[in-house]
């Protein structure tokens, strides 16, 4: 199954090129079930092949990725909690997404801060939806873009290099992602450790 998924998309990608991948990871970015594992790996294996340039397939990636994390941010921020909520409880199953999922990004977003826009684009089930708290929040955009960018800059390109160094081989393929999503996620928690113990350090120091 996985690997006729592959094929569709290695297809699709060489036909669409570069505005494909940017529209695809737009999608995967915002409230659409679509993974990135079957948008980026194929581009990438192209571009084994000389078909594409790795380097535009990581730089669309991560402005398909921008896309979709903006457009979750502003859909927050103008609609408000009361309206989004409403919509995730009336539409969320045509999209997979569960009743509670926007509290549980606000736990996510309020425990960690600001810097839970970057860790949660590194996290499974986390990366698509952390935008939302961020828009009813108010986040600062230009920090909101740079976190974004960062986390989703470092989960495309682990992607592209397994599409570029494995190619379409499944198992092998399947192995490194899931490596690679324990290794993020092991980062991800080091990160936030780091960074409450250094806040809350700095906190410490200004009090009299």
Do not use: C, D
């Not at 990871?25 to 192209?46: C, D, H, K, Q």
């Amino acid at each position: 199954m996985f690997e006729e998924v592959v094929k569709f998309f290695l297809e699709l990608t060489g036909k669409l090129g570069y505005p494909g991948i940017i529209i695809l990871m737009a999608l995967e970015s915002s409230f659409f079930p679509f993974p990135s594992e079957v948008v980026i790996p194929p581009a990438a294996y192209l571009a084994s092949k000389g078909q594409f340039n790795i380097w535009l397939v990581i730089a669309s990636g991560i402005f398909g990725s921008l896309l979709g994390a903006w457009f979750n941010y502003f859909l927050a921020l103008r609609l408000g909690r009361p309206v989004l909520q409403r919509l995730i409880l009336r539409y969320g199953k045509f999209f997979f997404l569960p009743p509670n999922t926007l509290e549980k990004m606000e736990a996510f977003f309020e425990r960690h801060g600001h810097i839970s826009t970057f860790i949660g684009r590194l996290i499974p089930g986390v990366r698509q939806y952390i935008s939302l708290p961020a828009g009813l929040g108010r986040m600062n955009f230009l920090l909101f873009t740079v976190y974004t960018a960062l986390g989703a800059g470092i989960w495309v390109s682990v992607l592209a290099a397994a599409g570029y160094l494995i190619g379409a081989n499944e198992e092998l393929l399947h192995a490194w992602l899931r490596r690679s999503s324990v290794f993020l996620i092991l980062f991800s928690v080091l990160l936030v450790t780091l960074y409450l113990y250094f806040y809350r350090r700095r906190r410490a120091n200004r009090l009299p």
